[in-house]
């Protein structure tokens, strides 16, 4: 079965960075457009970073010139390299994998920015 694991949360200072990671399996990674999204307490999930098969990428304003999503075909893997992190950016973290209308999702990895 189709599985998205996250890692690389974790607590960070303002300003510092973080990667994440989103390891898939059970899919053909390499055709799949990879996305990032994010959802603070209260709020609802909200999509921040996207990346086409083809590595073209997209970015929500709030992030863009501070995230970076990449992603390795050969070990299926999207990453999410944040950094001039801010108390804002504190959510938990998803990685989510879409192709023909068909979507799964991880199960999310936690930041926090704060002294």
């Known amino acids: 079965q189709v599985q998205l694991v996250e890692s690389g949360g974790g607590l960070v200072q303002p300003g510092g960075s973080l990667r994440l990671s989103c390891a898939a399996s059970?899919?053909?990674?390499?055709?799949?457009?990879m996305s990032w999204y994010r959802q603070a307490p209260g709020k609802e999930r909200e999509l921040i970073a996207g990346?086409?098969?083809?590595?073209?990428?997209n970015y929500v304003d709030s992030v863009k010139g501070r995230f970076t999503i990449s992603r390795d075909n050969a070990k299926n893997t999207v990453y999410l390299q944040m950094s001039s992190l801010k108390p804002e950016d504190t959510a938990m973290y998803y990685c989510h994998a879409l192709r023909l209308g068909y979507g799964y999702w991880g199960q999310g990895t936690q930041v926090t920015v704060s002294v």
């Open positions: 990346i086409s098969s083809t590595g073209g990428t």
């Open positions: 059970g899919l053909s990674f390499s055709s799949y457009y």
